[in-house]
């Protein structure tokens, strides 16, 4: 498989995981933000030992393909993940995180930033 494909491949399993965590990653967004932590929750989404973030879900205790780490523009920016000359540009692009999760997606040799809206409720009639 292509690069590219595999890529497709994982953001589709991705997908699925991030729609059954949906409640659990809203609720720790919230907590962050509300708590004071930051205004830039980042949950890291990996398949294999990481050292970033709070693990919140493990993939072994869900029955998924990923586990979560729940982490911060400013431990990113710590860790040299993302540079400090680019925080402002980082906080211009960052989507409302009431609507959306920032994942952080690591994958070997790779990581990639995606916005993913959260699993909207369905309404009851």
Known sequence: M???EILKKLL??????L????PMIKEVSVDLI???FTQYP???A???EVKLGE???MREDYAREFSIHAST???LIEKKLVLPEREGDFKLNFKNPKEFMCILLLTPGDARFVYVPFKQKKKEN
């Open 19 to 22: 729609a059954f965590y949906s």
């Open 46 to 48: 990996h398949q294999h």
């Open 2 to 4: 292509e690069k590219e």
């Open 55 to 57: 693990p919140i879900l």
């Open 34 to 36: 509300k708590e004071g």
């Open 73 to 75: 523009l400013e431990e």
């Open 12 to 17: 589709e399993i991705l997908a699925e995981d």
């Open 42 to 44: 980042i949950f890291v």
